[in-house]
């Protein structure tokens, strides 16, 4: 599945759609707004085709709101465990909390799917957002679910003036959504972590390697 933003609407396509329909994609039919709007834009809803009255996903992206969080709570818990306590972009989060406009969830028929989150940092002198955690349900996974929440939160991101966006995953996912590796030694965080894990989406003039300092919640600032 592919989705695109055109004028607010999202447009979303894949291809089973396009093997069953052999149509081009078009906007959905419900793009909705909602109260809670960063910008009209940063709620994305699509229903993906109806074909031949063959319901498929009901698939919707939404700022994450406090009445998504025992179903983020559930949906971490299932992709990575208990040790997920202990990882040290974990100790980041656990500093302070992350930022709901920057936060979204995938939601199929009303059930969340999907999560990602944003946490505002700085990295040295550097203010930015730490992206994760990132998970989608094994029942929706390889729909491009995934890629496309790293999408919106960097597009979110972006519109609020973060300098950079950092986690730490695995580079051939998150290379092609536009992270580079930082330079392996000149960030640190609290707790021991895989440097070469650690990547950066810069905008503006920002450059990953020359990024250097502590890792940590803005609220430490
Ligand atoms: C990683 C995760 C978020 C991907 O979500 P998803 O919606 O299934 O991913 P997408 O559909 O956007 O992308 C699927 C593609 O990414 C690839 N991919 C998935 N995980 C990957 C990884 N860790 N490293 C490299 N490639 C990966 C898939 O093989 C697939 O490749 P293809 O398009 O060539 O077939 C999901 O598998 C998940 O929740 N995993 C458990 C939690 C986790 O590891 N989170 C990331 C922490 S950094």
């Known amino acids: 599945m592919r989705f695109a933003l055109d004028d607010g609407n999202l447009l979303c396509y894949g291809r089973r ?5 052999g149509c081009l994609p078009r906007p959905c039919d419900d793009a909705e707004q909602t109260a809670n709007a960063l910008s009209a834009r940063s709620i994305m809803s699509c229903r ?3 074909v031949f009255s063959m319901s498929l996903h009901d698939l919707v992206f939404l700022t994450e709101d406090a009445s998504h969080d025992a179903a983020i709570d559930l949906i971490n818990e299932e992709a990575f465990g208990p040790g997920r306590f202990v990882r040290s972009s974990e100790r980041v989060r656990e500093q302070g909390p992350h930022d709901r406009r920057l936060s979204f969830v995938g939601s ?10 944003m946490t505002p940092i700085h990295a040295g002198c550097t203010s930015g957002h730490l992206l ?12 491009g679910i995934g890629r496309e929440l790293v999408r919106i939160a960097l597009a979110a991101a972006e519109r609020v003036g973060s300098n950079v966006v950092l986690l730490v995953g695995d580079p051939p996912y998150y290379a092609p959504l536009g992270f580079k590796p930082t ?3 000149a960030l ?3 707790g021991p972590f895989d440097p070469r894990r650690l990547l950066a989406a810069c905008y503006g003039e920002n450059d990953a390697t020359a990024l250097e300092g502590e890792i940590r919640h803005r609220d430490l600032a």
């Open 188 to 190: 640190s965080m609290p």
């Open 48 to 50: 993906l085709f109806r």
């Open 108 to 117: 199929d028929r009303g059930e969340i799917i999907a999560s990602v989150r």
């Open 17 to 21: 759609a396009k093997r069953k329909t």
């Open 183 to 185: 330079r392996p030694g």
């Open 132 to 143: 994760g955690p990132l998970a989608v349900r094994p029942s929706h996974k390889n729909l």
